[in-house]
């Protein structure tokens, strides 16, 4: 059984830098793709970055050049670090493990101007 625990967000300046953590269990990580969506309230929940167990990522066009998604196999967790972060990236962030459709319980990122 996989278990994801996400750790990082918190409240940050326009323009500002935060790194996201997604921490897993279980022995299957390292062949696992990995992703981090986003929702806010009212919203559909949305891909933000996802990561092939080889380390090809690919993202959203709304944070391409502003996030940078990878993944430490060895430790077993993914990281989201997001930089120039602008109001609009408030949001609950997650990660999840696809194919197997185990979520993380999220992480909060508020963006303040």
């Known amino acids: 059984q996989v278990q994801l625990v996400e750790s990082g967000g918190g409240l940050v300046q326009v323009g500002g830098s935060l790194r996201l953590s997604c921490a897993a269990s279980g022995s ?16 559909q929940r949305e891909l933000v970055a996802i990561i092939t167990r080889g380390g090809s990522a690919n993202y959203a066009d709304s944070v391409k050049g502003r996030f940078t998604i990878s993944r430490d196999n060895a430790k077993k967790t993914v ?35």
């Open 28 to 43: 299957i990580f390292s062949i696992l793709v990995m992703a981090w969506y986003r929702q806010v309230p009212g919203k």
């Open 79 to 113: 990281y989201l670090q997001m930089d120039s972060l602008k109001p609009e990236d408030t949001a609950v962030y997650y990660c999840k493990a696809e194919g197997i459709a185990i979520w993380g319980q999220g992480t909060q990122v508020t963006v303040s101007s």
